[in-house]
């Protein structure tokens, strides 16, 4: 991966501000398949996370304790790309 390809995140304070949403849905190119969609606070779709690998790398607890852990985990790798949608 080139310099130019490289994927630069927000800052998390940034995301937090612009993430409204973080929703457990079907992937709709692939029904057996699960993602985290990411929404702006105007409900705009910025991106999307595959529910397996962000599992995988949080495992995280049940209830609130690892509802918070999944959305810190990806609120730290929102690309700044979303910026321009």
Not at 57 to 78: C, Q, S
Request: aromatic share 10%.
């Amino acid at each position: 991966m080139s310099a130019e390809e490289e994927i630069r995140f927000l800052p998390f304070e940034q995301a937090a501000k612009l993430v409204g949403a973080i929703q457990e849905e079907e992937d709709v190119d692939d029904p057996d398949r699960r993602i985290f969609m990411v929404y702006s606070k105007d409900d705009r779709e910025l991106c999307w996370f595959d529910f397996d690998e962000v599992m995988k790398e949080v495992n995280p607890a049940k209830g609130d304790t690892g509802r918070e852990a999944v959305t810190e985990y990806i609120l730290h790798r929102i690309p700044d790309w979303v910026l321009e949608l």
